[in-house]
């Protein structure tokens, strides 16, 4: 089945730097590539997703590249504001009927 | 977006006894619904697919007799959790899918004292 590491674990950055966080799968027929943020005892929120015949997509700050060949994608959060402090778990599925499988995720903290 | 509906919120519960926890899609009708537990400090963990209709599938290491799930309907999962103990004590979340977008439900806190 598939599986998904994501790295780093923690992210410690001045506000107004960029952050990354990088994540790789391992089952090359997944072809939806989600970012979610969570807030503690929250359900995770949708912040930007990428599906598999896209090379990159932004929304304001945030984009998402995806590498198929590599089997990496990752996301880059610009300008970063403390509120943009949280939990962020990519994830991957194959098909419209399975689950996502999610990385470990990234804690987040941006100091002003 | 699709909306899931999932109760109670939080739980807590006697060692021994059990604990049903219900998902419903309110605006869509979900054939499959996935269950998630999630430690603190760690990541969503696939528990069990859901199917309407049918058995559930189990990931790995996880006791299907001890986390009943049941798919009656379209709308509706629910997700019992027998003989609790306190090591079961977690965050369960359910999801469903409107292609390609997950939804999640809001989460129930179950603590097992």
């Known amino acids: 089945g598939e599986n998904v590491e994501q790295h780093p674990s923690t992210l410690s950055v001045q506000e107004g730097d960029s952050a990354v966080i990088k994540c790789t799968y391992s089952?090359?027929?997944?072809?939806?590539f989600p970012w979610y943020k969570q807030e503690l005892g929250k359900r995770p929120q949708l912040i930007i997703d990428i599906r598999s015949n896209v090379g990159e997509k932004k929304d304001q700050r945030i984009a998402v590249t995806l590498n198929k060949t590599a089997k990496h994608f990752s996301l880059h959060i610009t300008e970063t504001q403390p509120e943009d402090s949280a939990v962020y778990f990519c994830?991957?599925?194959?098909?419209?009927?399975?689950?996502?499988?999610f990385g470990k995720g990234t804690t987040l903290s941006v100091s002003s | 977006g699709a909306v899931v509906s999932q109760h109670p919120s939080w739980v807590i519960c006697k060692s021994g006894t059990s604990v049903k926890i219900e998902c419903r899609s309110l605006?869509?009708?979900?054939?499959?619904m996935f269950w998630y537990r999630q430690f603190p400090k760690q990541s969503l963990m696939l528990m069990a697919t859901s199917n309407e209709g049918s058995k559930a599938t189990y990931e790995q290491g996880v006791e299907k007799d001890k986390f009943l799930i049941n798919h009656a309907s379209l709308t509706l999962s629910t997700l019992t959790v027998t003989s609790a103990h306190p090591e079961d004590s977690s965050f369960y979340i359910c999801s469903a899918r409107v292609y390609p977008e997950a939804f999640f439900g809001q989460g129930t806190r179950l603590t097992v004292v």
């Open positions: 089952d090359s027929a997944s072809n939806y």
């Open positions: 605006d869509f009708q979900a054939t499959t």
């Open positions: 994830a991957a599925s194959n098909q419209a009927g399975t689950a996502l499988i």
